[in-house]
C-alpha cells in the first residue's frame, strides 16, 4: 500500500513540475511579464508594413533591450504605420547639449547625460538613426532594432521622429512574389520554345 502511495506522489509531482513549466512557457510567449506601463521619452517612426508588431514589443539596440513600443496606429496623410516608441532613461541616457545643440562631453570623453524634463536634452540618437522590424528566430515575436547612427551632425529630439525605417518582411509576400517569378519565367520559356 505505501509503494503505490509514494509512485502516486511522485507522479504527482512530475505532474505539478510539467503544469509549472508549461505556464512558465506560455507566459514567455505571450509576453505577459512585459504587462506593466510603458515608460520612457519617445521617439516615432513611420513603417510601410509592421507585420506581427505589436504595443509592448521590445525595442533593442545591438540586441539589448532599451525600451519598448508604446503605440501603434495608422498616420492618415499617408496611410503609414506609426510607430511611438518609449525609451528608458537608465538604458538610454539623455544627452546634455548647448545652445547651438552641440552634444556636452564630460572630461573623460563620455556623453554628459541629463534627466528628462530638464533644458537642454536630446535623445543619444542621431538624426540619421535607423529603424528596423525585425523578428526573433524563424517563427518568433517581431521587435524594433534601433542603429543610433552618429554620420548626421545633430541629435534627435524627445518626440522626433526616426526617419530611415526598415518595414518587416512578410513571408507570404516573399512567397508569393517567388511563385509569381517561377510563373513569369515558365511563360518566358513557352514563349521561346514558340518561337523556335
Request: glycine share 10%; proline share 4%.
Amino acid at each position: 500500500m505505501t509503494h503505490n502511495r509514494f509512485i502516486e506522489f511522485l507522479v504527482g509531482i512530475f505532474a505539478a513540475i510539467g503544469i509549472a513549466a508549461f505556464v512558465m512557457l506560455a507566459m514567455k510567449v505571450s509576453n505577459v511579464n512585459s504587462f506593466k506601463d510603458v515608460e520612457g521619452y519617445e521617439v516615432s517612426a513611420l513603417f510601410d508594413a509592421i507585420g506581427g508588431l505589436k504595443e509592448k514589443a521590445p525595442v533593442t539596440v545591438a540586441g539589448v533591450r532599451v525600451g519598448r513600443v508604446k503605440s501603434i496606429m495608422l498616420d492618415n496623410l499617408d496611410y503609414q504605420a506609426k510607430v511611438t516608441l518609449a525609451l528608458e532613461p537608465k538604458l538610454m541616457p539623455l544627452q546634455k547639449v548647448d545652445t547651438s545643440g552641440e552634444p556636452q562631453y564630460r572630461n573623460d570623453g563620455f556623453p554628459l547625460a541629463c534627466t528628462f524634463g530638464e533644458d537642454n536634452c536630446l535623445t543619444p540618437l542621431y538624426e540619421d538613426a535607423s529603424a528596423s522590424i525585425l523578428t526573433a528566430g524563424l517563427l518568433g515575436e517581431q521587435y524594433i532594432g534601433l542603429n543610433v547612427g552618429g554620420g548626421a551632425p545633430s541629435l534627435l529630439p524627445i518626440g522626433g521622429e526616426i526617419k530611415i525605417t526598415q518595414s518587416a518582411i512578410v513571408l507570404e509576400q516573399i512567397i508569393g512574389q517567388f511563385l509569381f517569378s517561377k510563373a513569369s519565367e515558365e511563360e518566358g520559356d513557352k514563349n521561346a520554345d514558340k518561337l523556335k
